[in-house]
């Protein structure tokens, strides 16, 4: 996921889909469980699921005559590799982490406190 970069309003609804279901599905399955909220095209899903899976979000197999897409990145690790190039693309990156330290709440502050505490190759 080197580069990793925001995903499409239509991407972003076909990955939360693959997130909230963590099933493999193919084109047609995607379409079905995607149909009520907007319609949309058996191409267009198809398209979609294939530039996900070119960007390196899904992984995909041949399941008799169709693919089978799966999510191989949790919403989790997307969010965080968004949020690591965010912070290597900023020219002041101490400034950018005061910032968005300053904006978190009290919660998300002791959450990372924690996860601080526990990282690897430092004392607990």
Known sequence: MAGVHGLGDLE???MGRMWDTRQPATVREVLRDLSDRRPL???TV???LDNL???GLLD????GR???YRAVVSREEYTAALMRDALHSAAEKHATLAHFVAAI???ESQMLRAVLRRRPGRPS
Not at 60 to 63: A, H, K, L, N
């Open 12 to 14: 972003a609804v076909v």
């Open 41 to 43: 095209a058996y191409t």
């Open 46 to 48: 198809m398209t979609v």
């Open 53 to 55: 899976h070119r960007k």
């Open 60 to 63: 995909r197999e041949m399941t």
């Open 66 to 68: 169709a693919w089978t």
């Open 105 to 107: 709440s009290e919660d």
